[in-house]
């Protein structure tokens, strides 16, 4: 076989190979796909025409994509929410609405990770920001190291594949499907999962009752009504009219995300006061974010253009030519094959390169007599796709969530104490995903019912 057959390969093992060496990226990605085309130009295999249609895919990747405008929009909503203090806000407003309910610190902070769902692009911004806004009052009311890191590995995750989490755009747009059904097929598994890890906080706190804990002021002289006000309708009133406009459709997801990010600087001045340095801070950290998104975009778009070139597609189709087994064992292999990646490497390399290369495979894929329809079909794999990827990211012992947290903790909280409360909540998340599995119902219903 000769040396071009080989190169899809070879460029695939230079890639995981430089993914481990600590440059960044997207440039990792340019620099192996630049270097395959030279050296396809060597040799006589890659046209001098097709090397000069990269500077166009650069362009196209981003300038034809209408979903792509609305990402740095949603990422400057994510960091103004952080910086406003719209976490702590939120974060006494349920100290005091469920201060009688067990546990009650752990399920505020299961909110808390819903709230930053558009922050939550950028995984180990959000765990650190639950982090410091929860984790020391944790402590001091005498939650054991463990559950305290649970929750907030739980919740720093839980909002990654919450509407309008960015992920969910980049998802949309790999599996060819509606942005709106996508924002809407993961929002019944996130109910249910913040359910679930809200009744285990609640139960483990009944079951294993805490020490007398120091406690905050019974009385304030702000009302509840203003609690409620500033703490909770601000902020998720906000978060639901972006959500509610993109998928109704009534004006396009930047339109939506522009909405949203006029609102969550309105919220700094609300929260913070007239203090403009904290909207340019807000601003600066939303320009390097939004770099490093569209810098690994425009690198995984010249990668595919040299990959496919040499018929990288049909690697995938060919790891199952001649196997005797059903599409449904195929659709498990791939989650597994997402599972084991989101260990090492995060959500937008596997969603802009790996995902590419399965896809070929999962668009033949027949799921439509089963779930109801092709492009139900699609809604219910993307569903599970999310979930499984949110899942690796809080799975020791190579969890992304893990890390971060335990960057912000305390020098006192030890990574075996947070492996140790992580792993009910990971046999939980299995739990929700073989629900989906084999209930796409749960994943269809709402899109089904608002979209028809």
């Not at 594949?161 to 019944?188: H, K, N, Q, R």
Request: net charge negative; with cysteine; proline share 6%.
């Amino acid at each position: 076989m000769i040396l071009v057959d080989y190169l899809p390969i070879l460029m695939l093992v230079s890639l995981a190979m430089l993914l481990f060496s600590g440059f960044p990226v997207g440039g990792v990605l340019a620099g192996v796909g630049i270097g395959f085309a030279v050296l396809g130009l060597a040799i006589d295999e890659f046209p001098i025409q097709s090397f000069f249609l990269i500077p166009y895919r650069i362009y196209s990747a981003i300038g034809e994509n209408l979903v792509y405008p609305a990402v740095p929009l949603l990422l400057f909503m994510g960091v103004a929410l952080e910086m406003s203090g719209a976490a702590r806000e939120l974060l006494l407003c349920l100290q005091k609405l469920i201060s009688k309910i067990p546990g009650n610190m752990c399920v505020s902070a299961i909110v808390i990770g819903l709230l930053l769902a558009p922050m939550a692009g950028v995984v180990g911004a959000s765990v650190a920001t639950i982090t410091l806004a929860a984790l020391p009052t944790m402590l001091e009311q005498r939650y054991r190291p463990e559950i305290a890191t649970g929750a907030i590995a739980a919740a720093g995750t839980l909002g990654v594949i919450a509407p309008p989490a960015i992920m969910l755009f980049f998802l949309s747009d790999a599996l060819e499907a509606t942005i709106a059904s996508v924002f809407l097929a993961p929002i019944v598994p996130v109910l249910i999962l913040a359910l679930v890890f809200a009744t285990y906080f609640v139960v483990m706190d009944i079951l294993r009752p805490r020490a007398a804990s120091v406690t905050g002021d019974e009385k304030s002289e702000i009302s509840i009504a203003r609690y409620v006000l500033r703490g909770f309708v601000l902020p998720v009133g906000l978060i639901l009219l972006v959500l509610a406009a993109i998928i109704s459709g009534i004006v396009a997801p930047s339109e939506a995300a522009a909405v949203g990010a006029i609102g969550a600087a309105g919220l700094i001045f609300v929260y913070r006061g007239p203090d403009f340095s904290l909207l340019k801070q807000a601003l600066h950290r939303t320009m390097i974010l939004t770099a490093m998104v569209f810098f690994v975009v425009l690198g995984a778009s010249i990668f595919s253009l040299v990959f496919r070139f040499y018929g990288g597609d049909d690697i995938a189709e060919g790891l199952f030519d001649g196997l005797a087994i059903s599409d449904f064992q195929i659709l498990l292999i791939i989650l597994l094959i997402l599972f084991v990646l989101g260990f090492f490497i995060d959500w937008i390399e596997i969603i802009l390169v790996s995902l590419p290369i399965l896809y070929p495979v999962i668009r033949d894929l027949d799921f439509a007599a089963y779930v109801g329809s092709a492009p139900l079909a699609k809604v219910w794999i993307a569903a599970l796709i999310a979930l499984v990827l949110q899942t690796s990211f809080l799975t020791p012992p190579f969890g992304f969530s893990l890390f971060f947290l335990k960057g912000a903790a305390p020098p006192e909280i030890n990574i075996m104490q947070i492996y140790r409360g992580v792993v009910p909540l990971v046999a939980m998340q299995l739990m929700v995903i073989g629900f989906v599995l084999f209930m796409p119902q749960i994943v269809i219903w709402l899109p089904t019912a608002l979209l028809n």
